[in-house]
């Protein structure tokens, strides 16, 4: 396997130092990017009160749906993401929209969204374009997707490369992306699996997995480089 350091850009990595080396949450202030100020006023946890089930909608396209009583009922945040995003990848970037019970409706391109059943015990996304009509339906109220438990960051490691952090009520979990074309590589570490075993060509394990505050420890350049230390997001509902 070819070392991390001759598959990856150096100065991608400098670039990425500054533009992702910090958690990939919404301040609570740009919510007033969707015209809706009337949500920033009650938010208390920035990271939680953006989090959700996410959902790819379409191309560079996310749906977030949340569905706790407590924190507006039914709402859908949508947010622009990269090409490639996969479920489980972070998400938390730019906000273009928001849907909840009054503003039901909206259009991204050739999308038409509608937010329905919000009075109702089945809320759901519905998501028209000219290849048909998609229904996602709303995470049930009283769990974790509900409320938004598991909180999504990336964080430049070096060497070209992200690692992608979440915490939640299954425990810490982090997976490796070329940070160009955010291809996966090296495998994942958990709270089963805390270290990558040493095939993966490079260092990574969890400290502290079954403990409240994980942290990632990270080595692409091998031996005789000091390693780096990312922590976990806090979970976004605890009990």
């Not at 991608?12 to 100020?37: D, I």
């Not at 949500?39 to 749906?63: C, E, F, M």
């Not at 070329?178 to 270290?195: I, N, S």
Request: aromatic share 4%; with cysteine.
């Amino acid at each position: 396997m070819p070392t991390v350091p001759a598959r990856r850009s150096a100065l991608a990595a400098a670039a990425l130092v500054s533009a992702l080396g910090v958690t990939a949450v919404l301040p609570a202030a740009s919510a007033s990017a969707t015209g809706r100020t009337a949500h920033a006023a009650v938010i208390t946890d920035p990271a939680a009160r953006y989090a959700g089930k996410a959902v790819s909608i379409g191309p560079n396209l996310v749906a977030v749906l949340r569905n706790d009583p407590k924190a507006g009922g039914p709402e859908a945040w949508i947010r622009a993401v990269s090409a490639n995003w996969k479920p489980g990848d972070a998400y938390m970037f730019r906000v273009l929209d928001a849907l909840d019970s009054g503003h039901r409706t909206g259009e991204q391109g050739n999308l038409a969204l509608r937010l329905t059943g919000v009075g109702g015990s089945a809320p759901a996304l519905q998501v028209r374009s000219d290849k048909g009509t998609k229904t996602f339906p709303l995470p049930k109220a009283g769990t974790p997707d509900a409320r938004g438990c598991t909180i999504v960051k990336e964080a430049s490691i070096g060497a070209g490369s992200l690692a992608v952090l979440s915490n939640g009520p299954e425990g810490p979990r982090a997976f490796f992306e070329d940070a160009d074309d955010h291809t996966r590589f090296g495998g994942v570490v958990d709270r089963g699996h805390p270290a990558l075993p040493e095939s993966a060509g490079f260092l990574a394990r969890i400290d502290g997995a079954g403990g409240p505050a994980p942290k990632l420890v990270t080595n692409m350049e091998g031996g005789g480089h000091p390693a780096t230390t990312t922590a976990f997001p806090a979970p976004g509902c605890l009990k």
